[in-house]
């Protein structure tokens, strides 16, 4: 702003200038207009050039400012809201429970996992069942069981973690490959029943999950790639 001031200054200035030679010879005159047109449009120019660099830098600080919010926005799982003992299952059999016990082992969280857990089987000591959220028709058959079947056991299993007081953190991971009728039939029991969430952003483009979410008030956070989800992880069990 004080530089465009100081342009205008400058044209004011130069303009004084040609009132003031009017009254001489032609040739002084004309030099005169030549030297202000001149300087008019060097000022012309430093003004439009400072004018363009407010306009980006107020734009770089609206965007600065846009993603600090959206980022606070994002975040809201409160720090140690999880704890150990924890299990990590497969809600769906899809290979995402793999993925998610690497991410749990490399944010430094002791987490036993048992992909087919059942409620029988849920110690009443586990403080958070960790679940890897995604269909599978393959990874069902590999375990020898039905989609109807692995709804069944995934209903008793949060049914019994509910009673229990274990928390419950349902992670999605697989992005938009692991979405669709089967693994959305999955998606609705887990974050229905969590009381935490971490999501890979591009598998909840339609918003399904944290509809779900903000419906029943858990705790989220989503990310951008999976590898951010150790970040997530850390935060939720303290680390």
């Known amino acids: 702003m004080?530089?465009?001031?100081?342009?205008?200054?400058?044209?004011?200035?130069?303009?004084?200038?040609v009132l003031a030679a009017c009254g001489g010879s032609n040739a002084t005159s004309g030099?005169?207009?030549t030297k202000v047109q001149e300087t008019?449009?060097?000022a012309a120019a430093e003004t439009k050039a400072d004018a363009k660099a407010e306009t980006k830098a107020a734009a770089d600080a609206s965007a600065s400012e846009g993603a600090k919010d959206g980022a606070s926005a994002a975040g809201t799982i409160e720090a140690g809201v999880c704890e150990t003992p924890a299990i990590i299952t497969s809600i769906g059999q899809s290979a995402d429970?793999?993925?998610?016990?690497?991410?749990?082992?490399?944010?430094?969280?002791?987490?036993?996992?048992?992909?087919?857990?059942?409620?029988?089987?849920?110690?009443?000591?586990?403080?958070t069942l960790i679940l890897a959220v995604g269909g599978s028709s393959k990874g069902l058959g590999a375990a020898g069981i039905d989609a109807d079947q692995e709804l069944a056991r995934t209903s008793a299993l949060l049914e019994k973690a509910k009673g229990q007081g274990t928390k419950i953190l349902?992670?999605?991971?697989?992005?938009?490959?692991?979405?669709?009728?089967?693994?959305?039939?999955?998606?609705?029991?887990?974050?229905q029943a969590a009381d935490v969430a971490i999501v890979v952003s591009e598998g909840d483009s339609d918003g399904l999950m944290k509809g779900i979410l903000d419906g029943?008030?858990?705790e989220y956070q989503y990310v951008d790639q999976i590898t951010d989800c150790m970040a997530a992880l850390k935060t939720?069990?303290?680390?």
């Open 31 to 33: 030099t005169q207009a």
């Open 170 to 191: 349902a992670m999605h991971t697989g992005g938009s490959a692991r979405r669709g009728t089967l693994s959305d039939s999955f998606i609705e029991p887990a974050f």
């Open 236 to 239: 939720a069990f303290g680390k």
């Open 40 to 42: 008019t449009a060097a």
């Open 216 to 218: 029943n008030g858990a």
């Open 2 to 17: 004080k530089k465009r001031n100081a342009a205008a200054a400058i044209v004011l200035g130069a303009m004084v200038s």
């Open 97 to 127: 429970v793999d993925i998610v016990k690497t991410l749990v082992s490399k944010s430094g969280i002791d987490a036993e996992t048992n992909a087919t857990i059942t409620a029988d089987d849920l110690p009443a000591d586990t403080k």
